[in-house]
């Protein structure tokens, strides 16, 4: 075995290790509700939106004032409506010119996936226009929109003769994703530059002043970097020390050779009143730097890390200086399969960047802190009136601009909040690629909650709760949402609290759906409570959408706990016990169904024997076997008739779901009972049949009573008439499904 592979199997031993040690590694958290597309289109207000040969919904840009969401798409720019994406939709084709296409084609594109143009941008420039930005078949290129500002009659035109080059602005290759905000008329965007998709840069275009850029092909500035998201966040009232501030990840240039590539996290900053420098670093920024983002979980054998930044989304707080990011990672490990999100503060980004530099020295040219004289003004501070005297970076002394050339990357990492994810998932079949937040009030507080989007076309409702001191949280997941009928990836999420509504793309299609679906919790007051939904309550009758201002005693809400006892003690709205008679062949067996609304619920199974007053807990022993959806009961006896109760146990808090009344019949009385209710169904092999077994169910209040009917395959027999076909019930030949087999116990069983 050579070194490279006993160094990959180690390797791969340790991740297994911290793999079982991660905190529910072994399996992933389930959410406590579970919408297929079928349950949210037909019941929980899900919209679609889809053009006719068009892919690829990239660009979402939702306009609260306007009421439009815009959309990019191959080929199209689209204009929706906020309150409903299936209607009054406007679309503009946008493709690229003939001879941009066949150019591509003979650089040895796809004409029909690669040639066309993908917009890739949006964002809103004026009162009257957007602008947007696309590849062009490969020529980048932008372009402003009209979208006019009359609500009642949406404007989408574009105007050819007022195109824009669109280098440093789009990428070119579709495959590729662009990072970029507009503040007033500048243009800050990350982006490759070339048509190889080598020469990487972060851009500043548009606008009066002269572009800038990074410096091209040093790898201590930009290591081949996926650029992922771009925002503007304010320091202070003097718009001189404004940054922005770029996240992205790419190949870690401080890591030992002997470890190969190994991708890291960033956040890089620039000041937006950066000019480049006088004689070095002209047309340049001079004030870039860049720390490492670290998201990962402590282990005793080492942190697992989650390097692969997928998304990252700005949470304004009430202190509109240091807002709230949260990101998703996913790990590039061959290992396991795992994400994770992590919450970080402005004041530690901010924190990192004011630490030391790391430096390169010594014989084995190891990364350290730097120790030396650092120049003044510090490099990466803005020149203000607030940090010092220089009004320009054309005026910073040579030595600082030097020193910010040679030394762009901090020494100290930014960890997340807490120390830890805020909420992971291992081994869940699934990837984070999106992740947008809302902060909602509560009776109990203000609380985050998080969507987040996967590459198999489910959103997940994802709650931050308060757990211990301040600041630690974790992270309950509430709902799964199949928003995607093909489980096309989550491409782009925006998020509108104001119409509390969550727009998503994929390849395929855009999607809408409420922020909240509360009478999905279910009908009780301890389900409505137990669900720790911060949008919904319960208001005395029903489980509701949750308002601040309502009366105090009209809303019951605990989103800290979900504890119903005392908030539900004395409420009467529990819906009426269903209660069923089953009827079993000695012998036989049969199934008690009971499957309760929350998939983080367990079942419990109590017994009380006809004629007795107690009831015991049903014993788990090889004849009564536990499953997903209830109770399989094999080798019925004349004792296992009775009274039979499912209570669903979630936090503590038991519920009664059903009560199945068992009756075990011999096969005389089966026989007997077979032939006063429907003869169709009696099988023509009297001598086997009543080996098997069959059950009765009588619904709740009353009605004709149904024969269902249950047994193992025997010999071949004639095939049954049609009459007997269509009197068959459609659940007897549905497969049982499997559970996990308790120890034996000691009782009738």
Not at 45 to 55: D, E, K, N, P, Q
Not at 222 to 238: D, R
Not at 682 to 709: I, N, T
Request: aromatic letters at 8%.
């Amino acid at each position: 075995m050579g070194r490279a592979e006993a160094a990959a199997m180690i390797l791969g031993l340790a991740l297994a290790l911290l793999w079982t040690a991660l905190p529910g590694g072994a399996a992933p958290s389930p959410p406590r509700l579970r919408l297929s597309f079928q349950e949210l289109q037909a019941q929980h207000g899900l919209r679609t939106f889809r053009l006719a040969r068009t892919c690829c919904y990239e660009a979402l840009l939702v306009d609260e004032e306007r009421g439009r969401l815009f959309v990019g798409a191959e080929n199209h720019v689209a204009s929706l409506s906020l309150d409903n994406i299936s209607k009054r939709a406007k679309k503009l084709a946008w493709p690229a010119p003939v001879e941009w296409r066949e150019e591509c084609n003979w650089a040895g594109k796809d004409i029909g996936t690669e040639c066309m143009n993908f917009v890739k941008l949006l964002h809103s420039y004026n009162r009257t226009h957007l602008l947007a930005c696309g590849t062009g078949a490969f020529h980048p290129t932008c372009a402003f929109v009209e979208v006019g500002h009359r609500l009642e009659d949406p404007v989408l035109r574009l105007d050819p003769r007022r195109l824009e080059d669109g280098k440093g602005k789009s990428p070119y290759d579709p495959r590729h994703r662009a990072a970029s905000v507009l503040v007033g008329e500048e243009l800050y965007s990350g982006v490759a530059a070339d048509l190889m998709g080598r020469d990487f840069t972060i851009f500043r275009s548009l606008g009066r002043r002269p572009s800038l850029r990074t410096e091209p092909h040093d790898s201590r500035w930009l290591n081949e970097p996926k650029f992922i998201k771009v925002f503007w966040i304010p320091e202070s009232e003097n718009p001189d020390d404004d940054k922005i501030y770029f996240f992205f990840r790419e190949s870690a240039v401080e890591t030992a050779p002997a470890l190969g590539r190994l991708s890291v996290s960033r956040v890089g900053q620039i000041c937006r009143n950066d000019v480049g420098g006088q004689r070095s670093l002209v047309n340049k920024w001079t004030t870039f730097l860049k720390a490492r983002l670290v998201c990962s979980v402590p282990g005793v054998e080492g942190d697992t890390h989650f390097d692969q930044l997928q998304d990252v989304f700005l949470l304004s707080s009430r202190d509109r200086w240091t807002p709230l990011l949260y990101a998703v990672f996913s790990t590039s490990s061959g290992v396991f399969q795992g994400s994770a999100v992590c919450v970080y503060s402005m004041s530690d980004v901010r924190r990192a960047f004011l630490g030391p530099f790391a430096h390169k020295e010594g014989p084995m040219h190891q990364w350290v802190a730097y120790q030396g004289r650092v120049p003044y003004p510090r490099p990466g501070m803005c020149p203000s009136r607030t940090f010092g005297t220089f009004s320009s970076t054309k005026d910073f002394p040579d030595d600082v601009i030097q020193f910010a050339r040679n030394h762009p990357l901090m020494y100290n990492p930014i960890l997340p909040v807490g120390g830890r994810p805020l909420f992971l998932q291992v081994g869940a079949g699934y990837t984070f690629t999106q992740v947008v937040a809302d902060r909602v009030a509560a009776a109990d507080g203000h609380y985050d909650v998080l969507f987040i989007g996967t590459d198999a076309g489910t959103v997940l409702k994802v709650i931050s709760v308060p757990k211990g001191g301040r600041p630690n949280a974790e992270g309950l997941l509430l709902e799964e949402l199949h928003v995607f009928e093909d489980s096309a990836a989550v491409t782009s999420m925006q998020i509108s609290s104001k119409r509390h509504q969550l727009y998503v793309a994929s390849r395929s299609a855009v999607a809408q759906i409420p922020l909240y679906r509360c009478a999905a919790h279910g009908r009780a007051c301890s389900e409505c409570c137990l669900a720790r939904d911060p949008y919904c309550a319960w208001d005395g009758a029903t489980c509701t959408r949750f308002q601040p201002s309502a009366k105090r005693r009209f809303r019951r809400q605990d989103i800290k706990n979900g504890d119903p006892r005392t908030l539900c003690s004395g409420d009467s709205s529990q819906p009426a016990l269903l209660e069923r008679k089953v009827f079993g062949v000695e012998g036989g067996s049969t199934f008690l169904e009971c499957e309760p609304r929350s998939l983080q619920a367990h079942v419990e199974w109590t017994f009380q024997r006809a004629g007795e007053g107690t009831s015991t807990p049903v014993p788990a022993v090889e004849r009564a076997e536990r499953t997903a959806r209830g109770l399989l009961l094999r080798g019925l006896q004349r004792g296992d008739s009775g009274a039979y109760l499912c209570a669903a146990v979630e936090q503590g808090f038991s519920q009664p779901l059903r009560r199945l009344v068992l009756h075990v019949l011999s096969a005389a009385q089966a026989e007997r009972l077979a032939r006063t209710e429907d003869a169709s169904l009696v099988p023509p092999s009297p001598k086997l049949w009543y080996r098997d077994f069959l059950q009765l169910v009588e619904p709740g209040g009353g009605g004709a009573s149904s024969l269902r009917m249950c047994r193992p395959q025997p010999a071949p027999r004639p095939a049954p008439s049609e009459s007997q076909r269509k009197g068959r019930n459609r659940r007897t030949n549905a497969p049982e499904p499997r559970a996990e087999r308790g120890p034996r116990s000691a009782a009738h069983w």
